[in-house]
């Protein structure tokens, strides 16, 4: 097998800034262990779990045992291992290194230096939770790269497109004077979940349930008071306020990802009811709302 010692050829560097988008958001390493180009390999996880569904922000392929000073976080390295060190205590240091880089994992390919990977390594890492993978297969680490990075730019390049989608339309909606009943609505309906416009303190002005069981908004106040801000019960939570002034807060409960981000979108919404606020200072429109949340 070719010594694939990091140069020019063989090194990939991630661009200065790569950002998170979206709800689909950045391939797990699951997901890249997955991908027909890392596949072929025959990748055997030595270390794993939970630690595979981390996001894999970029792919760095290198050989040199100095390559964590090049790293910024949320890498995945590929590499044969070939210049790494021989003692034990210089590969755990290398370890070491390597989660103080925030490397999300490592990918060795056997054959060229190793014909297996040391137990030194495979402990250093699992005691780390470093995912360590071996591959047993020669692979092309330029098709891996070309692929996880054209998946990586693909989903920003969504993202960038459905934020301007929903930023054109809240501007829409704001600049047409639309009222917040109909603003939530379209809230619901983007997100394709339950929406709640509440008063700060945590009263129902308006709610557009998305075919939801009404049965979501029993005890709301007392239970929204418990809500604090975002939760592991995929709720996400934004203010509703313009120049110091907080007026309510909106709240999307558990639903579908959204390629734009969901707390994107919600503020999208937020942004629009806030303006609509500041052209009716008195509230006269949410108070109207109220009145008829009450009668109904």
């Known amino acids: 097998m070719a010594d694939r010692r990091e140069d020019e050829r ?57 390559v964590a000073r090049l790293l910024e976080g949320g890498e995945l390295l590929l590499t ?23 490397l999300v994992g490592i990918v060795i390919e ?25 591959l047993h297969r020669e692979i092309k680490f330029v098709s891996v790269t ?39 609505e379209r809230l619901a309906h983007t997100l394709r979940a339950p929406v709640v416009l509440e008063s700060l303190a945590h009263e129902v002005i308006v709610a557009e349930l998305a075919d939801a069981d009404p049965a979501v908004l029993h005890d709301w106040q007392e239970r929204s ?32 990802g959204h390629p734009a981000g969901r707390r994107a979108v919600l503020e999208q919404g937020a942004t629009a009811l806030a303006l609509g606020r500041l052209a009716d200072p008195e509230g006269e429109d949410w108070a109207r709302l109220g009145r008829r949340r009450l009668m109904d």
């Open 10 to 66: 063989s090194r990939t560097d991630r661009p200065d800034a790569v950002e998170v988008t979206g709800d689909r958001g950045l391939p797990t390493l699951a997901e890249v262990l997955d991908s027909p180009a890392l596949a072929v390999g025959a990748p055997e996880v030595l270390v794993g779990g939970a630690a595979l569904s981390v996001p894999v922000r970029w792919v760095h392929v290198s050989d040199s045992p100095g």
């Open 80 to 102: 044969t291992a070939s210049a790494w060190p021989s003692e034990p205590v210089d590969l755990r240091a290398l370890v070491r290194e390597f989660v103080r880089a925030g």
């Open 110 to 134: 056997l054959g060229a230096h190793y014909r297996y990977v040391p137990a030194v390594v495979v402990e250093a890492a699992a005691g780390a939770g470093l995912p360590l993978i071996a």
């Open 146 to 184: 070309e692929e996880v990075h054209r998946r990586i730019i693909d989903d920003q390049t969504a993202a960038l497109r459905a934020r301007d989608e929903v930023r054109t339309l809240f501007t829409s909606l704001a600049l047409r004077g639309a009222p917040a009943d109909y603003v939530v």
């Open 225 to 256: 008071r418990r809500f604090g801000d975002d939760g592991d019960d995929g709720r996400s939570v934004v203010p509703v306020e313009a120049r110091g002034i907080r007026w309510a807060t909106l709240v999307a409960l558990a639903g579908p």
